[in-house]
């Protein structure tokens, strides 16, 4: 005769599963789970995102400056170097105020800046200085401003 095995404790998302079909109310525990999935969710799409806009900027700017292994090394430069110090800066506000906070602000100021990108393409364009400066100079300066 085999032993019937004990019933294990059900993991912490099985139990919000559980609780959520049968219509009862959330623990504090249940709701941290939520809040970290949530918070990957919106890490994982606003990263994606950004690879996106990595490939809007190439594109936005080929025309201008050309598309050469410069030119892509500068945007992902500037890109990398974009996300290493809102990490920074977002890391250490994020001890002073709250997450949620922190989060909308950050992909509110993201989107603004992306909206941004097509305008300042169209005035280092129109701008007769510009043209006259080296290439490599060039190629820094618009990626630094559209990134």
Not at 57 to 68: D, E, F, K, Q, V
Not at 95 to 110: E, H, K, V
Not at 114 to 124: C, E, H, P, R, T
């Amino acid at each position: 005769m085999s032993a019937i095995p004990a019933p294990s404790r059900p993991s912490k998302s099985s139990r919000l599963e559980l609780m959520l079909l049968r219509g009862r109310a959330c623990t504090r525990d249940d709701i941290a789970v939520i809040w970290r999935i949530v918070i990957v969710a919106v890490s994982l799409a606003s990263n994606a995102a950004l690879l996106i806009c990595q490939q809007v900027a190439i594109r936005l700017l080929a025309p201008l400056i050309g598309s050469s292994i410069e030119t892509w090394s500068a945007i992902l430069g500037v890109f990398l170097l974009g996300i290493a110090i809102g990490n920074f800066i977002a890391g250490r506000l994020s001890d002073r105020y709250s997450a949620t906070n922190m989060i909308a602000i950050s992909l509110l100021l993201g989107a603004g800046s992306v909206y941004l990108m097509q305008y300042i393409v169209g005035i280092l364009a129109a701008s007769s200085t510009f043209v006259h400066y080296p290439l490599e100079l060039q190629i820094a300066l618009a990626s630094i401003s559209v990134c």
